[in-house]
């Protein structure tokens, strides 16, 4: 069981969290970490490379000049791969690189990661807010209050908020999410995780809710 303090948008406490972080994950895996994580990464990729064989680059198909009699090698025509200006002879192709884990197995390693945040002290709570319109200024008033001014932080909050996302994308370093949105990539690619009261709480009730639907003991302690 651990006592979190809980700080306003100025930076100051104002009241404290207890939750035992093993509610999280009963262990962390940092192989289901990594997989997971490259598994993102990959999917990133477009996937959109493409380089011409020598059978789509411009140029006659013509052959240079004679086989025999010149005194020069053999040579075919001006578009063969070993010229310059000719294609490729292992040439690119676009490719879908996607692939997906298990789903149980993104969702142990969300959680993973969480817990893991937690364990290196580098997850900030604070009160729930919102704000009129967009502020770009005030939410760089809240983030150096924080303390977490110029570091890549990851603003996790419970549900989705026009009026915070606009706030904080045009600043470098910051993302903000709601919970639904969160994966072992998004959590642990910052260096510091602020979350509201109200994030916390509707994280823990979706690891609730999947632990009361898992079907094996080996599940439920994940």
Sequence with gaps: ???????????KQVDTYEFDEKELAGNISKQLLHDAVVMY?????QGTAKTKTRGEVAGST??????????????GHKRSGVRRGGGHIHAKRPMDWTYRLPRKALQAATRMALRAKFESQQVILVEDFS?????????????TAL??????TLF????????????GRNIPGLQVLPVSDLNALEILK???VVMTRAALDAFR????AAKSTANTPEEIAE
């Design 190 to 192: 910052p260096r510091k």
């Design 205 to 208: 009730g979706k690891v609730a």
């Design 156 to 167: 996790a909050i419970s549900g989705y908020d026009l009026n915070l996302y606009k706030s």
């Design 1 to 11: 069981m651990v006592s979190l303090p809980i700080f306003d948008r100025n930076g």
């Design 147 to 152: 303390n977490v001014c110029g570091t890549t």
């Design 41 to 45: 990464q990959t999917n990133q990729r």
């Design 131 to 143: 704000m009129d319109a967009p502020k770009t200024k005030e939410m760089a008033g809240v983030l």
């Design 62 to 75: 013509k052959k240079m000049y004679k086989q025999k009699g010149t005194g020069n090698a053999r040579a």
